[in-house]
């Protein structure tokens, strides 16, 4: 199993970004799936989930910019991102928690990350 992010890149301020995140391999179900960033110096932190039942959650910080989505026949995470701020600037990394078809229980998984950088 692999996650595979893609969409990132360079925006001005005040531009938007949409990243997505494809997970590929012997699935049988994906459960909550997740957008994290690190930011050089910092500790990844959690930007956004969401459930299997398309229930989300969102960081202080991103709340009225952002929104995340997934895709579940795509087996697929997006997050939408606009508004944007030099403070958004890190590498944003996808997570996803997938049940392995012929394994039990579940296992997190997490993509390579993508670079977002915001100018001012």
């Known amino acids: 199993v692999q996650l595979v992010e893609s969409g990132g890149g360079l925006v001005q301020a005040g531009g938007s970004l949409r990243l997505s995140c494809a997970a590929s391999g012997n699935i049988f179900s994906i459960n909550a799936m997740g957008w994290y960033r690190q930011a050089p110096g910092k500790q990844r932190e959690l930007v956004a989930g969401i459930s299997d039942g398309d229930s989300t959650n969102y960081a202080d910080s991103v709340k009225g910019r952002f929104t995340i989505s997934r895709d579940n026949a795509k087996n697929t995470v997006y997050l939408q991102m606009s508004s944007l701020k030099p403070d958004d600037t890190a590498v944003y990394y996808c997570?996803?928690?997938?049940?392995?078809?012929?394994?039990?229980?579940?296992?997190?998984?997490w993509g390579q990350g993508t670079q977002v950088t915001v100018s001012s």
């Open positions: 997570n996803a928690r997938i049940i392995v078809a012929g394994v039990q229980g579940t296992r997190l998984y």
